[in-house]
T-cell receptor, first 116, second 113 residues
Framework: AQKVTQAQTEISVVEKEDVTLDCVYE???????LFWYKQPPSGELVFLIR????DEQNEISGRYSWNFQKSTSSFNFTITASQVVDSAVYFC?????????????WGAGTKLIIKP | DTGVSQNPRHKITKRGQNVTFRCDPI?????LYWYRQTLGQGPEFLTY????????KSRLLSDRFSAERPKGSFSTLEIQRTEQGDSAMYLC???????????FGPGTRLTVL
């Protein structure tokens, strides 16, 4: 069973629009960690955020915000006032606390296109 | 502050040839990971090292694949007798111990003709 689902394969919006990228995860562990990474066209994965399962506070960093909802097993990512430079593939990933090897389990990614 | 570096960035080879990739992690990071990423997919875990010890290998890693990290610093990933299905981006990441963020290199794109 897929443990990290990013149902949106591709999203296209016009610059300055807000956009939300969905991430739904599945785990039986009570301790786990969720991540978001950005992969711009250059290919290098860039870390955005890490959140542990005990911290349900939403987080805001500039134009980026994350909404963690344990009740729905979701960890969604919102970009406010999007810019062309936000165009990239965004990945959500899960690390289960029971995994001593700390492997990241990745979603398939959402390709975000911001049109000028 | 130098990040993770990988060489070469691109490799084109003929089927049946051997290829070797190198990854230089961030110097103080004791964990090093190899992933494979195909078009339209997220990275797939291949293997990882803590210092020089290879602690985990994915079932994806057939016996044609071997990885080393001899002195706990840089790592090499070798693919023997390459097949067209090996064409992918090979990513290296490093981190400190524990569930911390992994820093990724730019990847090596392999094309097997």
């Amino acid at each position: 069973a897929q443990k990290v689902t990013q149902a949106q394969t591709e999203i296209s919006v016009v610059e300055k629009e807000d956009v939300t990228l969905d991430c739904v995860y599945e785990t039986r562990d009570t301790t786990y960690y969720l991540f978001w990474y950005k992969q711009p066209p250059s290919g290098e994965l860039v870390f955005l955020i890490r959140r542990n399962s005990f911290d349900e506070q939403n987080e805001i960093s500039g134009r980026y915000s994350w909404n963690f909802q344990k009740s729905t097993s979701s960890f969604n990512f919102t970009i406010t006032a999007s810019q062309v430079v936000d165009s990239a593939v965004y990945f959500c990933a899960l690390c289960e606390g029971s995994d001593s090897n700390y492997q990241l389990i990745w979603g398939a990614g959402t390709k975000l296109i911001i049109k000028p | 502050d130098t990040g993770v570096s990988q060489n070469p960035r691109h490799k084109i080879t003929k089927r049946g040839q051997n290829v070797t990739f190198r990854c230089d992690p961030i110097s103080e990071h004791n964990r090093l990971y190899w992933y494979r990423q195909t078009l339209g997919q997220g990275p797939e875990f291949l293997t990882y090292f803590q210092n020089e010890a290879q602690l985990e290998k994915s079932r994806l890693l057939s016996d044609r694949f071997s990885a080393e990290r001899p002195k706990g610093s840089f790592s090499t990933l070798e693919i023997q007798r390459t097949e067209q299905g090996d064409s992918a981006m090979y990513l290296c990441a490093s981190s400190l111990e524990g569930i911390t963020k992994q820093f990724f290199g730019p990847g090596t794109r392999l094309t097997v003709l």
